[in-house]
């Protein structure tokens, strides 16, 4: 009896120290839900509805992390660029890194275009959902949450991604260059308080 009950508190200690020591699930390709929810959110805003109770609800269920997640390389788990990829890595993020450096020529805007709408509209789908997070995560400076400022670079995020889909749509290279630029910077800047 005293023995199978040392068995029992051995085989427990091992239950409980292989729980201790498992790997953190590593968030590595975007939940599914995540991603349907983002582009039907993206849809209804790019059709001139709000869907501001759909990002309300996205963001209770889940962490920030796992929605920009949509931003990160194909590869890595992200949406993707697809067909509007410019650059070496198929990523929104990385894509837009490469619109933001210099304006593209006339052909890839030309081509690339109807792409870069639906891009566009990811993020600012994104945006409309980041809104929901101006409470809850904390400036790495003053280690509390800065409300203000990150409404701040959210509107930014959300008026570069709407310029950013109206340049497309013109296949306006200029615009989408200058839009690009600024939309990249609000990433950056945000990132740079917050991340
Ligand atoms: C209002 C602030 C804000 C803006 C604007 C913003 N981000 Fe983020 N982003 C964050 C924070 C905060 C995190 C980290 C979240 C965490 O650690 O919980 C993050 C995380 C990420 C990640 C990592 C996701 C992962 O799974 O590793 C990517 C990629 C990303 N952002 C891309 C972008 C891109 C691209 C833009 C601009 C188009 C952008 N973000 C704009 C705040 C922002």
């Known amino acids: 009896?005293?023995?199978?009950l040392r068995v029992m508190t051995?085989?427990?200690?091992?239950?409980?120290?292989?729980?201790a020591y498992a790997p953190a699930p590593a968030a590595l390709y975007i939940d599914d839900d995540i991603a349907k929810a983002v582009k039907s959110i993206?849809?209804?805003?790019?059709?001139?509805?709000?869907?501001?109770?759909?990002?309300?609800?996205?963001?209770?269920?889940?962490?920030?992390?796992?929605?920009?997640?949509?931003?990160?390389?194909?590869?890595?788990?992200?949406?993707?660029?697809?067909?509007g990829t410019v650059g070496k890595i198929d990523g929104i993020e990385s894509t837009?890194?490469?619109?933001?450096?210099?304006?593209?020529?006339?052909?890839?805007?030309?081509?690339?275009?109807?792409?870069?709408?639906?891009?566009?509209?990811?993020?600012r789908a994104i945006a409309e959902v980041a809104g929901f997070y101006d409470n809850k995560i904390k400036d790495v400076k003053t280690n509390k949450p800065e409300p203000k400022k990150w409404k701040g670079y959210n509107d930014e995020m959300k008026k570069y991604s709407e310029d950013l889909a109206k340049a497309a749509k013109a296949e306006d290279s200029a615009g989408v260059f200058k839009a690009a630029k600024a939309l990249n910077d609000a990433c950056i800047n945000c990132h740079g308080d917050f991340r």
């Open 96 to 123: 837009i890194q490469v619109m933001a450096k210099k304006e593209l020529d006339k052909a890839t805007v030309k081509k690339s275009a109807a792409d870069w709408v639906k891009m566009a509209d990811v993020s």
């Open 10 to 19: 051995v085989a427990l200690a091992v239950v409980i120290t292989g729980l």
């Open 42 to 83: 993206a849809d209804a805003i790019s059709s001139g509805k709000t869907a501001t109770k759909d990002a309300e609800a996205l963001a209770k269920k889940n962490e920030l992390m796992d929605v920009m997640a949509a931003f990160k390389a194909k590869d890595k788990g992200g949406l993707g660029a697809g067909a």
């Open 1 to 4: 009896m005293r023995s199978h």
